[in-house]
C-alpha cells in the first residue's frame, strides 16, 4: 500500500517538473522506500513477524531403484532449513548415507542412498524423517531398474522417439498431394482441422504439465502458475518473432505458407519434445511399462501432427527439402524429449518444456485462424470451417484413448 | 524460433552428460546398525552415526532402582518418601538428531523407578511445575482418592501427596491421568513402580525394561519403539550379563496406539510371572505377547556365552527400535552371588 502511494506521489512530481534529474529520482524514490521495508522487515522489525510456527517440508522428487541400493533425490521445499536424519523403506528405519550433507537450505537438493536389495515390480514407500521427527514419503507403484544412459538406452529411446515421432510426422505429410488438389472450401476445412488438432495438443501438453506439478513439484514453486507464466511468456515471444518472420518472409526468400508451416513444425517440435520427456520419464520412474501398443497408439496420434504441418505447405510449390526438414523440426524433439526424461528427468524443466510447447501451439493456432480469417472473407463462421475444427478436436480425442 | 529448437538440443545434453560422468570425490565406508556396508561421499544417517547430544541413559536406566526417603514410622512399618516433579516443556533427542517434545517425571522418561516392599507406607509429593494439569495414577491397591484420577493437579507447581500401602506385590505402572490421557501418556508421563514381597525374591541381576514409542509426527502411529526410550540403544550398548547368573527383569509395556507389543528371548527361555503378583511361574517361554500396560518379570538365565538378541517379535517395532542384545560373559562365581541386594 505504502509503495502504490509514493509511486503515486513520484509520477505526479514527474508531471509537475519534467526536469531529467527529477524524474529519475522519481523513479528511483518508490524502490529507496521498498529497500528500507525489506530491510527492516530481516533487520529490527522481524520480531513482529514471529507469528505461526514455519514448519519443516521436504519433497522426495525423485527415487531411482540401483543394484542393492535405493537413491532418493530430496529437496528442502519448506519455509526453513531441515535436516534430513532419518531414512526408511516401508515404514522401517533403514541406514542410509546422505550426499553431499544432512543439512539442506531452502530449495537445496540432497541424494539419500540407502543399502537395499528390492524386489523388481514390487511397490516400495520410501520415507525420510526430518530432525523434528516428522515423516515425508513418497510411494513407488512398482521398483524397476533406474536407467543408465548406455549405448543400448540411447539407442532404445532413438528408436522410441522415431517411431512416435518422426514416422508418424512424415506420414502426416504424405496427404499433401490431396489437400493441394482440392477445392478452396474444401480446402478451408482441412486448415480449421489442422487448427482442432492443435487445440487439442495444446490443451494435451497443459494437462501433463500439470500431472509433473501434481506428482513431483512443490507447492512453493507454485505450479500452476508456472504453467501459465511460461504458456503466455512462450506465447507472447513466438508471436511477436513469428509476425517479424511472415512479414519478412520475402526477404528471407521463404514463402508465406512456408513461414507458417515452419512456425506449426516448431511448434509441433516442442509439443513432441513434451511428449518424448513423458515417455521417457515414465519409463525411467518405472511408472509404467512401456508396451508395443503405446507406442502405436502415439504413432496414430502423431500422424495428425504431419497433416497439420501439410495443410500450409499445399498453398506452395512442393519442397520435397522443405517438406522433410519441416517433419524433421516436429518429430526429433520426441527423441530429444525421451532422452532427458529417461536420464536426467527434472520435475521443473519438464514443466518449462511442456508449457513452452503449449504457448507455442497456441501461437500457430492464432496464426492459422488469422490466415484462415483473410482468406476466407473474414469469416470463420462458415460450415467448412467450424466442422473442420470439430472435426479436429474429435480425430485427436479418439486417437488419444489408444495412448 | 529456431534457436529456441536448438536451446532445447543443447540443454538435453547438458542435463545428460553430468549423469553419465561419475564425481570421483572421496569416498568414506561406514558399517550401519544392519551390518550393511556403506561407502559414500557424504555423511550417513543412521541411528548409529548421527552426532548425538543424548542426555538420557538407558544403560544406567535399565538397573537404577529409586528406594525413596526411608524411615521408620512408630508402629514399626517402613515410611518411604519419594518427591516427583512433572513437566512438559523439554526437548529431548529420542533417538538420534530427532528431537520431540517430552513431558516427564523427575526430567526423564520413563520416569524413576519407584521401589517399595508390601507393606511400607508410601508417600510421594507430587510437584506439577508443567504448564499443563497432572497427577500420578500408580496402578495397585489404594483409597480412590489417592488414585490420581479426579485430583488434578494445577500447572506452575501445584502439589498433591499421594499416601498408600505398597501392594499388592508385583510389578505396576504409574502415570499421568489427565485427559486426553493417550497425549499425556504418549509424551512420556510415565514409570514403573516395583512392589517387593517381605520375603524377598532370590538374588540375581535385576533390570528394568519399559517399552515404550514415540509418534514424533502426531498421526497417531509410532515412529520409534524402544526398550527403555532410546531405539537400537541395546543393540549398539548391549546389557552385559554373565553365565549362570540369574537374570530378572521387570518387563513394562507402555506402547500406545498398536494394541499388542511383545519380548522374545534368543538362545533361551524365561520363567514368567505376569503382573509379577505371584512367586511361582505361570510360563516357560520366551515369548510373550503384552497388551497395554500389561507387564510381568521374566527370570532366566544363560549357559553359553555369546550375543543373544531380545526384540519385539513383532518385527514393525524391532525395526522400529525395539531391539537389544545381551553380551553374556563366562561367569566366574558357583551360583548367583552377584546378585544385587535390592530392598534397602
Known sequence: MVTTKILKMGWIMELDNPSKGKIIASGIIPFIFLIILVAYIFGPGSDLLNLGVPLPEIIIEKIDFLESEIQVTVRNTGPIPVEVVMADVNDRIQPAAIEPDRFLERYETALVRIPFEWNEAEPYIIGLTVEDGTRFERQVEAAAPALRPNLEFVGLFALIGTYVGIIPVMIGLLWLPFIRKISKQKNHFFFALTVGLLLFLGIDSIEEAFEVVDDHLSGSFNGVLLIATTIVLSFLGLYYASEKLTGKADSLRISKPVAIGLMIAIGIGLHNFGEGLAIGAAVGLGSIAFSTFLIVGFALHNTTEGFAIAAPMSRGKTMIGKLLGLGMIAGTPAIFGAWVGGFAFSPFSSVIFLSIGAGAIFQVIVIVLKWIRDEGDKNLSSASVVSGLAIGMLVMYLTSILV | ?344
Open chain 2, 1 to 344: 524460433m529456431v534457436f529456441i529448437l536448438f536451446g532445447m538440443f543443447g540443454i538435453s545434453v547438458v542435463l545428460v552428460i553430468p549423469t553419465i560422468s561419475e564425481a570421483q570425490l572421496e569416498k568414506k565406508t561406514f558399517v550401519t546398525h544392519t551390518g550393511g556396508v556403506i561407502s559414500t561421499t557424504g555423511e550417513v544417517i543412521d541411528p548409529l552415526y548421527v552426532a548425538s547430544t543424548m542426555e538420557f541413559d538407558p544403560m544406567k536406566f535399565l538397573r537404577e532402582f529409586n528406594y525413596g526417603k526411608v524411615s521408620q514410622l512408630s508402629d514399626g512399618s517402613t515410611l518411604r518418601e519419594f518427591t516427583i516433579i512433572a513437566e512438559d516443556d523439554k526437548i529431548m533427542e529420542i533417538s538420534p538428531g530427532v528431537f520431540y517434545n517430552v513431558w516427564t517425571f523427575n526430567g526423564t522418561v520413563p520416569g524413576p523407578t519407584i521401589r517399595a516392599t508390601e507393606g511400607d507406607l508410601v508417600k510421594i509429593n507430587f510437584i506439577n511445575n508443567g504448564s499443563k494439569e497432572h497427577t500420578m495414577h500408580f496402578h495397585g491397591i489404594h483409597p480412590a482418592e489417592m488414585d490420581g484420577v479426579f485430583e488434578s493437579v494445577g500447572s506452575g507447581g501445584g502439589r498433591f501427596t499421594y499416601e498408600f500401602e505398597a501392594g499388592p506385590v508385583g510389578v505396576h505402572p504409574y502415570h499421568c491421568h489427565i485427559m486426553p490421557l493417550e497425549e499425556h501418556i504418549v509424551h512420556g508421563l510415565y514409570g514403573v513402580f516395583i512392589v517387593d514381597p517381605k520375603e524377598k525374591r532370590s538374588p540375581a541381576d535385576e533390570m528394568v525394561m519399559v517399552l515404550n514409542g514415540f509418534d514424533t509426527d502426531f498421526d497417531t502411529e509410532n515412529n520409534f519403539y524402544a526398550a527403555n526410550t532410546i531405539p537400537f540403544y541395546y543393540q549398539h550398548h548391549p546389557i552385559q550379563i554373565q553365565t549362570n547368573q540369574k537374570i530378572r527383569v521387570y518387563v513394562v509395556n507402555m506402547v500406545e496406539f498398536d494394541p499388542i507389543n511383545n519380548l522374545h528371548l534368543h538362545g533361551n527361555l524365561y520363567h514368567y510371572y505376569p503382573t509379577g503378583t505371584d512367586t511361582v511361574p505361570s510360563f516357560y517361554t520366551d515369548m510373550v505377547t503384552l497388551s497395554q500396560t500389561e507387564r510381568g518379570i521374566m527370570e532366566f538365565e544363560y549357559l553359553y556365552p555369546g550375543k543373544y538378541l531380545f526384540h519385539a517379535h513383532k518385527v514393525e517395532f524391532s525395526e522400529k527400535g525395539w531391539i537389544g542384545i545381551f553380551l553374556v560373559k563366562d561367569g566366574d562365581h558357583q551360583d548367583s552371588q552377584n546378585g544385587v541386594d535390592y530392598g534397602t
